[in-house]
């Protein structure tokens, strides 16, 4: 993958692109330029957590127009729909990592998942706790690096969020039951009652139970599940089209609805900003 300076030269011929370290261990890590409107409202089933390197970023959040700047640490809670835009003319640069929330329940043992109010935050625990996963997205991570990393991270997200309790009757064994089944059916359709039947669960204890201990619905988590699938084979060159119904998706309109409503850009600009960053 290129240097930064490279990706900084070309901003005249494509102002607007996306950097990205091949994901591992349910970890995203990106680069990123815009110039103007980034993201139509979306969300997924990850947390964002990140910075701005360079100029104002904007986004609509919990109905509420925040802005970041260099300086502070950028915390979005799974399932919380948020947009992005640039603060000034000169657009905006920031590093995030998309983590998801299994990644946190390892290290927090089922509790409930942190949540830090307002999408943005000075607590200097956060910004020290990101600062080895916050690296440029070329670097590549060392696998204790990362791990140690990201149980940094849960405690302090935990700590600075403060605990909640849990209902009493919440089952962490039940929901893990579910996450797993849902990653090996992620290419067929799965009912609500058929993931109870297989984690031992009634349908609604189930459905709240995954909403505390992952952040949002088995649903849309399955959702994300196939649109990962997608994007993979995307960039491996397979068809929009292809890649759609090879990842659980009935037709390519179909992945493209839901691949919009979940990073809030369509797949087709998507992966040109990646191309475009990768310098194909």
């Given at each position: 993958m290129p240097a930064l300076p490279t990706m900084t030269r070309r901003r005249a011929e494509s102002p607007d692109w996306v950097h990205r370290?091949?994901?591992?261990?349910?970890?995203?890590?990106?680069?990123?330029?815009?110039?103007?409107?980034?993201?139509?409202?979306?969300?997924?089933?990850?947390?964002?957590?990140?910075?701005?390197?360079?100029?104002v970023q904007c986004f609509q959040y919990r109905r509420s127009l925040r802005a970041s700047v260099p300086g502070k640490t950028i915390v979005l809670h799974p399932d919380e729909a948020h947009d992005g835009q640039?603060?000034?003319?000169?657009?905006?640069?920031?590093?995030?990592?998309?983590v998801e929330p299994a990644v946190f329940q390892a290290a927090l043992g089922g509790k409930a998942l942190p949540f830090i109010e307002g999408g943005i935050t000075d607590d200097p625990r956060l910004f020290a706790a990101t600062e080895a996963l916050l690296q440029r997205p070329e670097i590549l991570l060392d696998p204790l690096e990362r791990d140690d990393g990201m149980v940094e991270l849960a405690l302090a997200l935990d700590a600075a969020s403060g605990a909640r309790p849990l209902r009493p009757s919440c089952d962490f064994r039940a929901a893990q039951l579910a996450r797993d089944y849902l990653h090996a059916a992620s290419h067929r359709p799965v009912t609500l009652e058929e993931l109870a039947v297989a984690c031992g669960r009634d349908r609604w204890s189930l459905s709240r139970?995954?909403?505390?201990?992952?952040?949002?619905?088995?649903?849309?988590?399955?959702?994300?599940?196939?649109?990962?699938?997608?994007?993979?084979?995307?960039?491996?060159?397979?068809?929009?089209?292809?890649?759609?119904?090879?990842?659980?998706?009935?037709?390519?309109?179909?992945?493209?609805?839901?691949?919009?409503?979940?990073?809030?850009?369509?797949?087709?600009?998507?992966?040109?900003?990646?191309?475009s960053a990768d310098g194909r």
């Amino acid at each position: 993958m290129p240097a930064l300076p490279t990706m900084t030269r070309r901003r005249a011929e494509s102002p607007d692109w996306v950097h990205r370290a091949e994901p591992a261990q349910g970890i995203e890590r990106i680069e990123a330029f815009f110039s103007g409107n980034a993201y139509a409202m979306h969300r997924h089933d990850t947390y964002a957590i990140g910075r701005t390197l360079a100029g104002v970023q904007c986004f609509q959040y919990r109905r509420s127009l925040r802005a970041s700047v260099p300086g502070k640490t950028i915390v979005l809670h799974p399932d919380e729909a948020h947009d992005g835009q640039a603060g000034t003319d000169e657009g905006f640069r920031y590093r995030m990592i998309y983590v998801e929330p299994a990644v946190f329940q390892a290290a927090l043992g089922g509790k409930a998942l942190p949540f830090i109010e307002g999408g943005i935050t000075d607590d200097p625990r956060l910004f020290a706790a990101t600062e080895a996963l916050l690296q440029r997205p070329e670097i590549l991570l060392d696998p204790l690096e990362r791990d140690d990393g990201m149980v940094e991270l849960a405690l302090a997200l935990d700590a600075a969020s403060g605990a909640r309790p849990l209902r009493p009757s919440c089952d962490f064994r039940a929901a893990q039951l579910a996450r797993d089944y849902l990653h090996a059916a992620s290419h067929r359709p799965v009912t609500l009652e058929e993931l109870a039947v297989a984690c031992g669960r009634d349908r609604w204890s189930l459905s709240r139970d995954f909403r505390t201990f992952y952040g949002t619905s088995p649903y849309h988590y399955l959702t994300m599940r196939r649109l990962e699938a997608a994007r993979r084979l995307m960039q491996h060159g397979v068809a929009l089209a292809d890649s759609a119904v090879a990842a659980g998706f009935a037709d390519q309109s179909h992945m493209t609805r839901h691949f919009t409503k979940a990073y809030g850009i369509p797949p087709a600009r998507w992966l040109r900003m990646v191309q475009s960053a990768d310098g194909r």
